[in-house]
């Protein structure tokens, strides 16, 4: 009976997540070249999806002004992005700034396709899309690749302990892999997510800070290098190192970003410290 009951399980979650992935779908299908071919697609309301035919990077001069000043675009329909008919390479090239909101309920799915420089920073929101609460983001069968890394060493277990979204079912699993071959590379150390769901982060503070369910399955994630443990400290958050590593590694480097991480370690820094003297002094009193 127990087995019947994780059968069931998984069964009524690959409905849910079909469910989500056919609701991205329907409706009409353009195929793009070009970001100029992707503002176009993503502002037609009849286009559910999206196909890459070729590689398709972003640049922050193309998307200046997508957006409205004062809010980001707001995406009212569901849509996938996704590749033919080999794995295409989606580049967001550390575009950010939220460009693009998802309303609530709304599904946008990624499949087959090879995603770069989507996150500055440590985690797993897209810095592209805005907070965008109520609305879901699903990996089918697609690649991550991050520039630089933390450790992955105990991202297995650490999956294997978060709770799974309510309505989705099942166990959270991923597992370390070598020899990942893409796009006629091998790559060793990729982490797979097998199964895994995730509420991203709700803050209103940050406009890359997610509130959108995130759904993968077999989502594999290729870190093209990793920092040294001791990078993650109580001077530095996971955030702040990945961020200085891909300032000295990447083309796109934001120093704004980089004073603003070191402008908030100093101000922990100078609050140790102002906290040991007070301690100190108190000592001292009695």
Not at 99 to 113: D, F, K, M, R
Not at 222 to 235: E, G, H, K, N, R
Request: charged share 20%; net charge neutral; glycine share 6%.
């Amino acid at each position: 009976m127990h087995w019947v009951g994780r059968k069931l399980q998984h069964t009524v979650a690959a409905f849910l997540l079909s469910a989500l992935s056919l609701a991205a779908v329907l409706g009409s299908t353009v195929n793009i070249n070009n970001e100029v071919d992707f503002q176009l697609a993503l502002r037609d309301p009849s286009v559910q999806e999206v196909v890459l035919e070729q590689d398709l990077l972003l640049t922050r001069e193309q998307w200046a002004g997508f957006q409205n000043r004062t809010a980001p675009y707001l995406l009212t329909r569901n849509l996938t992005i996704t590749s033919n008919p080999q794995l295409r390479k989606f580049d967001l090239n550390y575009v950010g700034d939220g460009q693009v909101e998802l309303a609530p309920g709304i599904v946008l799915n990624i499949s087959y396709t090879v995603l770069e420089n989507a996150r500055y920073g440590a985690g797993v929101n897209l810095d592209f899309l805005a907070h965008s609460p109520g609305s879901f983001v699903v990996f089918w069968h697609s690649v991550v690749v991050r520039t630089a890394c933390v450790s992955t060493a105990d991202e297995p277990v650490a999956v294997a302990l978060q709770p799974r979204l309510p309505g989705f079912p099942g166990r959270q699993v991923a597992y370390h892999r070598d020899n990942f071959w893409m796009r006629k590379t091998c790559y060793d150390r990729v982490l797979v997510y097998k199964d895994y769901t995730q509420m991203t982060g709700s803050s209103l503070v940050d406009t890359a800070a997610g509130g959108y369910a995130l759904i993968m399955r077999n989502l594999t994630k290729v870190c093209l290098s990793f920092l040294d443990d001791a990078c993650v400290s109580s001077t530095w958050t996971a955030d702040e190192c990945v961020r200085r590593a891909l300032d000295r590694l990447s083309k796109a480097a934001t120093p704004g970003r980089l004073q603003a991480d070191a402008a908030a370690a100093d101000a922990r820094r100078a609050a140790a410290q102002t906290a040991g003297l007070a301690a100190g002094l108190g000592g001292g009193a009695a």
